[in-house]
Nanobody, 128 residues
Framework: QVQLVESGGGLVQPGGSLRLSCAASGFSLHYYAIGWFRQAPGKEREGVSCIGSSGGSTYYADSVKGRFTISRDTAKNTVYLQMNSLKPEDTAVYYC?????????????????????WGQGTQVTVSS
């Protein structure tokens, strides 16, 4: 049974940091890519970052480049999103999602439709 569980969200001041975790079960990260998405109130869900099945390909939205870093620990079957220099506009529910590795390219990683399984989300609030 495929399952994705996010954790690590919370309330943080502007300029602060958080590390989100996405614990995967029922499949191996060696064959699947993981994407991080976020959805703010009243807005569409948008792609934030993605790590390919090899672990060597990573992708970022322009709005988070240089501030967020995606990584993974295959021994723990877990993907992380390190978020630094957080801004109020980063406030959203963050979701991780999985798709078979060969489906992900540099031009499509941010499309929700290519992902098959989703976690329940974790709230990130950036506020003073």
């Amino acid at each position: 049974q495929v399952q994705l569980v996010e954790s690590g969200g919370g309330l943080v001041q502007p300029g602060g940091s958080l590390r989100l975790s996405c614990a995967a079960s029922g499949f191996s990260l060696h064959y699947y890519a993981i994407g991080w998405f976020r959805q703010a109130p009243g807005k569409e869900r948008e792609g934030v970052s993605c790590i390919g099945s090899s672990g060597g390909s990573t992708y970022y939205a322009d709005s988070v480049k240089g501030r967020f870093t995606i990584s993974r620990d295959t021994a723990k079957n877990t993907v992380y999103l390190q978020m630094n220099s957080l801004k109020p506009e980063d406030t959203a529910v963050y979701y991780c999602a999985s798709t078979y590795g060969t489906r992900v390219y540099g031009s499509n990683w941010h499309f929700r439709t290519i992902y098959d399984y989703w976690g329940q989300g974790t709230q990130v609030t950036v506020s003073s």
